[in-house]
């Protein structure tokens, strides 16, 4: 059955302009490039591609805005109010946002519209809430003074996000560092920056002022490093890879940014003897199968408990066999396209290493371009590998594509030491009825998020981010202000008592 391809209006009327200080602008090269549907490999939009010149001059509007703008004079209660109408646009415009990010990335419909979307509200709303609640503190330091605190906004932040959850991304961005006050120049992912810019353009229409949100699409080693070396730029916030992480930590080090990174993962998803195993099935499945694999929180690599691991994972490969792989536009779809040609040719890579090193696919194991995309369409089986040692390639690095590798265990250090035995420390998920043995795991396993019977729950207030080569600073919750607010102690002499 062939969905006919709906085609929003905002894709219309040519290029795709970036945002500097309120204008609809052009790039200073006069370059574009194209942005595709993965699903079908046709051209979507032509975008207007920002490089250094575009940056440069996003930080000059930024900066206005951060030190003389009507932003920097408003209330935080008014600033609150903006934050949180930016909620209330993407609410009203969710089908439109679900429908750009669907046709860009990929990913099911179903997801766009029952989760990125009604996350990205969510989260405008925590932080334009929030905005009346930053204040300092007044602190009873010795001798006759009055020491107090003041939080005051960072100032210009760059930030860079990928293409996994474009919407959702720019949105855990922006909304805490416009709550707090700053300004901000976003370069969303060169695979998807067409929610971004709708995005932008819902900011505007709640109310923020010209150059408080600037968006420069374009790719990473040009606008992407611009962001991350430009000396007016305070802060930087990157998502992506680990390799690319490490890249805009030495860039920002030109003028001592403030960086947070939310890097990549190889989450252990483990599962005792004792668990649960239909929820821990269903459990295993959202955690590695739910946006096409491509999370950085993927719980990609499976222990089971030897006891119960031939079972379990014989069930696993049943469910990813009647797991409905298709046109993203499908409601019923539940697994689309990968982004890119380069990440099926990836994802592809890292089977056929699996294959080779002796893993063994019980299902999958191969592209789905013929029978889930009619011959286009970077389309992936859902793959779990069996067999697996933690040795191996699949076992070791991040694929960022559908595919599981399910390991064995026997008891509970020798699984702490084995989950902790990587590089990547961003979550984890543990499966059993034990309270002692859960708690233990909790505190045991190196991550920033742990899941108990449950994976990839996510709320605007609660914080999320990694250990290790995950990254570090949390996004979310009250933790996120600590990455987009600086504290100034100030010190007044008060006349001692008795003089
Ligand atoms: P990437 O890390 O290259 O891209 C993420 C963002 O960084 C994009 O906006 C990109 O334009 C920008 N960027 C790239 N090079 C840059 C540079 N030199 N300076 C500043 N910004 C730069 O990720 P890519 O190549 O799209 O994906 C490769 C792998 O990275 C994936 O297979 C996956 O393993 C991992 N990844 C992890 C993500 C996460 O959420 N942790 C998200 C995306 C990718
Ligand atoms: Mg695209």
Excluded at 114 to 125: G, K, S
Excluded at 293 to 303: I, K, M, N, P
Excluded at 398 to 416: K, M, N, S, W, Y
């Amino acid at each position: 059955m062939a969905t006919p391809t709906p085609r929003p209006k905002f894709l219309d009327g040519g290029p795709k302009k970036m945002l500097i200080g309120g204008e609809w602008v052009p790039a200073a090269s006069g370059k574009t490039f194209a942005t595709i549907d993965p699903a079908t490999e046709q051209k979507l939009a032509d975008v207007c591609e920002g490089d250094k010149d575009d940056v440069d001059r996003a930080v000059v509007a930024a900066r206005r805005a951060f030190e003389s703008g009507p932003w920097s004079k408003m209330s935080a209660s008014e600033r609150g109010q903006i934050v949180w109408r930016i909620g209330d646009l993407i609410e009203k415009n969710k089908d439109e946002l679900a429908l750009l990010d669907t046709l860009d990335n990929g990913k099911p419909i179903f997801e766009t519209t029952y989760v990125d979307t009604v996350l990205a509200a969510d989260i405008f709303r925590y932080y334009g809430g929030f905005a009346t609640k930053i204040h300092g503190e007044t602190i009873p330091v010795a001798g006759s003074f009055l020491n107090y605190t003041l939080r005051e906004p960072v100032g210009v932040c760059g930030q860079i996000i990928p293409w996994n959850f474009p919407l959702l991304m720019a949105s855990w961005k922006l909304a805490p560092a416009l709550g707090a006050g700053n300004c901000v120049v976003l370069k969303p992912a060169e695979q998807t920056p067409l929610s971004a810019l709708r995005l932008a353009e819902l900011c505007l229409e709640a109310g923020v002022p010209p150059g408080v949100v600037n968006v420069i699409p374009g790719f990473g080693p040009t606008a992407g490093a611009a962001v991350a070396r430009h000396r007016g730029i305070d802060k930087v916030a990157f998502t992506g890879s680990t390799e690319v992480g490490k890249i805009v930590m030495r860039e920002a080090a030109e003028n001592c940014k403030k960086v947070s990174l939310e890097l990549g993962g190889k989450s252990p998803n483990i599962i005792l003897q004792d668990a649960d195993i239909d929820a821990a099935l269903k459990g295993v499945m959202m955690g590695m199968f739910f946006n096409q694999g491509e999370v950085c929180c993927a719980g990609s690599r499976l222990f089971v408990h030897k006891s119960i691991k031939d079972e379990f994972v014989g069930k696993l490969a049943e469910h990813a066999k009647k797991l409905k792989v298709g046109n993203p536009l499908d409601p019923e779809t539940r697994m689309g396209a990968q982004v890119s040609e380069e990440q099926y040719d990836r994802i592809l890579g890292f089977i056929k290493a699996g294959k080779e090193q002796g893993a063994k696919a019980l299902c999958g194991g191969d592209s789905a371009r013929a029978t889930a995309g009619g011959g286009k369409g970077y389309f992936i089986q859902p793959t779990v590998f069996d067999g697996v040692n933690d040795g191996m390639k699949i076992a070791r690095e991040e694929i960022f594509g559908p595919v599981i590798a399910a390991l064995p265990f026997d008891d509970l250090d020798e699984i702490v030491a084995r989950a902790n035995d990587t590089p990547y420390g961003l979550a984890a998920g543990v499966w059993t009825k034990d309270i002692d043995k859960a708690h233990y795991l909790a505190r045991k396993v190196k991550a920033g998020t742990i899941w108990v019977n449950c994976y990839n729950q996510f709320d605007a207030a609660s914080p999320f981010g990694g250990f290790k080569e995950s990254g570090f600073g949390r996004e979310m919750g009250i933790h996120a202000l600590e990455l987009y607010t600086q504290v100034k102690s100030v010190w007044v002499r008060v006349r001692p008592q008795g003089k």
